[in-house]
């Protein structure tokens, strides 16, 4: 236990450095991380085999951070192999959605909403991780401050085959929505750049078929709720401050990030109204802390 604790409370050290200050860390080891990790360990008994970890949540609800959280005590306390990765690395190259933006929607140039990944990659890189016989595989990186792919060399080569593996990201899971909920406008930017609902409609179809047959692999479905809406832009304005510290790189402005927000609004916004249609869900208080967890 000395073990575990140091490695979490040296992993929390080094997100306070660029971030807010973690509130109540043993208590939150201890009353949700320990006893969520445990869940997930009777799981892997239970069907004997490579489990996939579907977590979601709003931009900036804290995935990242809690995958990293889960990987330490899973690694640390059950000596399970775990692989760790988020859709955002699967996003295409800014080479292809320049070409989508100009054959299918303008709107497609700015990453994000389903259809801007590369699913058929994603796809494949999930079935190769969860098969018996495994092969050395390489999960690609995207770097946000250039807002494209990093070059192969830098790419996360998985040697192992994987007990877990936790695939994050603020759509995964995401279930498409009756086209009658997408006519009407959520915003500014779909009422005035998405006038057609060509964009929409290409967002929901994704929904409806790639991403379908990539969320239809998970083993266990796990959803951060965040107390409302505003606080989707409040915790993404602070996530871009610390990435502008990490990388050392300008970039987006409030202005910028408020717009980019617009881009998430539909399907997060569906997704929190359905979250309770989730394996797990936690619930993550205004302090950015976890409230509760139910298995």
């Not at 690694?75 to 292809?96: A, G, H, P, W």
């Not at 239809?216 to 602070?238: A, Q, S």
């Not at 987006?252 to 997704?271: A, C, G, L, P």
């Amino acid at each position: 236990m000395t073990d575990l604790n140091n490695k979490y409370l040296e992993f929390i050290r080094k997100q306070e450095s660029v971030g807010e200050k973690f509130q109540d860390k043993q208590g939150q080891l201890k009353n949700f991380y320990l006893p969520f990790c445990n869940n997930i360990f009777k799981l892997f008994k239970l069907k004997n085999r490579t489990l996939l970890i579907g977590l979601s949540g709003s931009q900036g609800s804290g995935k990242s951070t809690i995958s990293q959280i889960l990987k330490i005590i899973l690694q640390t306390r059950y000596r399970l192999n775990v692989t760790c990765f988020s859709i955002d690395d699967f996003y295409k190259t800014l080479y292809e959605r320049k070409k989508m933006s100009k054959m299918v929607h303008p709107l497609f140039l700015t990453r994000g909403v389903p259809g801007t990944h590369d699913s058929k990659m994603l796809l494949n890189t999930i079935k190769i991780l969860k098969k018996k016989k495994f092969n050395t595989i390489k999960i690609p990186k995207f770097d946000k401050s250039i807002d494209d792919r990093l070059k192969i060399k830098y790419w996360q080569k998985i040697k192992k085959k994987p007990d877990i593996i936790i695939f994050e990201g603020w759509c995964v899971g995401a279930k498409p929505q009756p086209y009658k909920e997408l006519v009407k406008p959520i915003n500014i930017l779909e009422k005035t750049e998405d006038t057609k609902l060509t964009w929409r409609k290409k967002v929901n179809n994704e929904l409806k078929t790639n991403y379908k047959k990539i969320y239809n692999l998970i083993d266990k479905k796990v959803y951060l709720k965040v107390p409302n809406f505003k606080f989707v832009l409040k915790w993404r304005l602070l996530q871009e401050k610390k990435l502008i510290f990490k990388s050392k790189k300008k970039g987006m402005s409030d202005k910028q990030i408020k717009r980019f927000v617009m881009f998430y609004e539909r399907v997060t916004k569906n997704m929190t109204k359905n979250y309770k249609k989730n394996d797990s869900f936690i619930t993550i208080d205004k302090n950015h802390k976890i409230k509760s967890i139910k298995f």
